[in-house]
């Protein structure tokens, strides 16, 4: 029998998103960034909006309620991890964790339990926060061998059965250079998956964060997607907005920015950085965020943000130099 195989004979497969083009279906992506930045919180928001078939962030409406496995290994389960999750609207009855309690061994990467669990529950959603926590003892993370074992024994599981797997890790603390190797032990586990995203703050307003996607071997890599922390709203996604588009000079400096309307027309310059915006769903956005209507329009008016009907549907379309049609 031949050893060898030509690619004529192979094939062509289609990949299958969770979210294009930010988390594939069937393979793992890694989520990091640096303690407290969000990352848990926006991938709880995630998972909730999967358990209910509400919408990705981007605003893109999800088919139907999914199944997600969320294991974390740094919060209690009761008294942190489910109050999040209901504060994020999720069906707490179509997201599980692996319980670890009693004389069981520590559960890792490898471990059994992870594709025993996937497979009855029919999960299309693994989360494990942080990776780190799931490796062993023995340096694994910096071993290149052993932290490539580990990721193939995972990622062959996501294979298997169509699992999206998303695995969130602290940024170390090296300086310079590309964000790509700030992330965990060996690039091993960076090589393994197939898109990494990474979360960072706002310089000017350290509520608002975004998910930048550094690499994507499987599509271009998408725009960056913006959140807000905050302690008056809480969580609530913006959208996207491109970063490539967005500079210190672009976002405005005045010694008043600290008031409502400077928040408001920095928010409103984030969400068309990367394209036009249904007015309704800017609207709507910003009422979730607590801005009135009122506040919103005056704010698109002084930016010169420009509307316009596109097959019965209005748009927003930042302007600056134009003045601005009412609906």
Not at 25 to 36: E, R, V
Request: aromatic share 8%; net charge neutral; glycine share 8%.
């Amino acid at each position: 029998m031949n050893p060898y195989q030509f690619y004529s004979a192979v094939d062509r497969q289609q990949i299958d998103w969770l979210w294009y083009p930010y988390i594939p279906y069937g393979k793992i992506t890694l989520l990091q960034g640096d303690p407290g930045d969000g990352k848990s919180t926006c991938m709880i928001n995630l998972a909730a909006s999967l358990s209910v078939g509400g919408k990705l962030p981007d605003g893109t409406q999800i088919p139907q309620a999914q199944t997600v496995i969320y294991q974390c290994a740094e919060d209690n389960v009761g008294d942190t991890v489910k109050p999040r999750m209901e504060q994020a609207g999720a069906d707490c009855g179509r997201i599980a964790f692996i319980s670890t309690t009693g004389e069981e061994a520590p559960l890792r990467l490898s471990d059994s339990r992870f594709e025993e669990s996937i497979r009855l529950l029919g999960a299309r959603l693994l989360i494990i926060d942080p990776v780190q926590a799931f490796f062993s003892e023995s340096g694994e993370m910096q071993s290149a061998v052993k932290a490539r074992t580990a990721m193939g024994a995972m990622a062959n599981i996501a294979e298997k059965y169509n699992c999206a797997v998303v695995l969130i890790g602290h940024l170390n603390k090296m300086s310079g250079g590309k964000n790509l190797y700030r992330g965990l032990g060996s690039i091993d586990i960076t090589a393994i998956a197939r898109s990494v995203l990474m979360v960072t703050r706002d310089k000017q307003m350290p509520d608002i964060r975004y998910i930048s996607q550094i690499k994507s071997s499987l599509a271009p890599e998408g725009e960056s997607v913006a959140f807000i922390m905050d302690a008056d709203v809480g969580f609530q996604w913006i959208g996207r907005c491109s970063l490539r588009n967005v500079s210190d000079e672009m976002l405005l400096t005045e010694p008043e920015r600290k008031t409502k309307i400077w928040r408001v027309k920095n928010i409103l310059r984030l969400m068309m950085t990367a394209e036009d915006v249904p007015s309704n769903e800017v609207i709507e956005t910003m009422g979730r965020l607590n801005f009135s209507e009122r506040t919103v329009r005056r704010a698109a008016k002084d930016l010169g943000i420009k509307a316009y009907r596109k097959r019965y549907v209005w748009y927003w379309k930042l302007e600056p130099e134009s003045g601005n049609d009412d609906e």
